[in-house]
């Protein structure tokens, strides 16, 4: 069972408790959200984290994202889910967080925090988990823009991070 604070829209707690179910996200009432966190992961050399979600996903079966994320569970604020579910997906702790943007999806009566994770260390010590991703591999700035562009990305994904992109290869043309 997996339990979820509800917030407002401007994201102060409401007290409420809404209990996840698949694919229920879109039946929280409206005017209730709950925290979403995604994180890009960075390593120290400067290469980025790409991974393969499982195919049994609901949401993106057998895509490659450069994300790692999920929701909040109850009692968790956006870092504490940012740090635990790069954990869960990746095995890999973070040097450093940096928020990048906040974005409300009424769709899925969700809060949005997208983050860029900065990691050291063994770039082969990656822990997959199970029913979340299935592979992974590291790309360099220039790489990771092209997937964006490309029909392999996630759309929302890229457009929660076509900024960053933008500044990390401005020679690269901007995702449409």
């Known amino acids: 069972m997996e339990l979820w604070d509800l917030y407002d829209k401007e994201g102060k707690k409401t007290g409420k408790v809404w209990e996840r179910r698949r694919g229920d996200d879109q039946h929280i009432p409206d005017g209730f959200y709950h925290l979403v966190c995604d994180i890009l992961v960075k390593h120290s050399d400067g290469s980025y984290l790409l991974t393969k979600r499982h195919p049994d996903k609901d949401v993106y079966p057998g895509y490659w994202e450069a994300s790692a994320g999920g929701a909040a569970q109850q009692g968790e604020d956006q870092e504490q889910c940012a740090l635990r579910e790069l954990f869960e997906e990746t095995g890999l702790k973070a040097d ?3 928020l990048i943007k906040r974005t409300v999806r009424e769709i899925s009566h969700s809060i949005l925090f997208s983050y860029v994770a900065i990691v050291s260390g063994d770039k082969d010590a990656i822990v997959l988990q199970e029913g979340e991703t299935v592979d992974y591999r590291w790309v360099d700035a220039k790489e990771l823009t092209e997937f964006a562009k490309s029909d392999l990305a996630i759309k929302p994904q890229v457009d929660r ?6 500044m990390i290869c401005p020679e690269t043309p901007p995702a449409k």
Do not use: P, V
Request: proline fraction near 0%; hydrophobic fraction near 20%.
């Open 161 to 166: 991070y076509k900024d960053y992109f933008d």
């Open 96 to 98: 450093s967080l940096e």
